[in-house]
Structures are given as structure tokens and as C-alpha cells.
């Protein structure tokens, strides 16, 4: 059974390693961010930036495929990354 990942993605999958070699506790994701606006808790601006950022990170990338079998590979991706890498990824330079 493969992992439904690409593994020609490396920029990916090199994110995914690092967040699965890291202690996940403490850490503050995409997602969780996500969980604090919809239960009406207040988020910095910070927060929203990421949340802003990782956004347009998702849609370019979603963008650029080109099958289905791809998309859906890609899409699961993403969602790791919400649901695994801290919030501060996506507040560097290269996602602005």
C-alpha cells in the first residue's frame, strides 16, 4: 500500500519529514488556526497572515497539476502539511 503522496514532490515531502521527525506537541498548525477562527477565537495578525499565505501556497499549487490521480495526490499533501507543519512555515518570505 503506497502512501498516496508523490514522491517526485521533494520540496514536499522534505517538509512532511521534517515535521514527522519534530515532537508535534506544542506546535501550533494551519489547521488549528483554522479551528481558533471558526470557534470565535481571536487570531493575531500574524495568525491570519499564515493563514493568508498558506492559502495562496494551496491554490498555486493546486493549480499547477495536471490530472486528476495528481490533483487528488497533491490535495492530500496539502492537507498534511495544515494538519502537521507549524503555522511559521508559511510566515517566511517565500510564501508571500
Known sequence: MTSGFN??????????RKSSSKSLLGITTINDLRD????????????????????????????????????????MQLQAIANLMPYEEFLKEEYF
Do not use: G
Not at 7 to 16: F, V
Not at 42 to 69: C, G, W
Open 36 to 75: 481558533m477562527e471558526f470557534n470565535n477565537i481571536e487570531i493575531t495578525p500574524q495568525h491570519r497572515l499564515a493563514l493568508k499565505n498558506f492559502d495562496r501556497y494551496r491554490i498555486n499549487q493546486l493549480k499547477k497539476v495536471k490530472s486528476d490521480a495528481a490533483f487528488h495526490n497533491k490535495y
Open 7 to 16: 514522491t517526485n514532490d521533494k520540496y514536499l515531502n522534505d517538509i512532511l
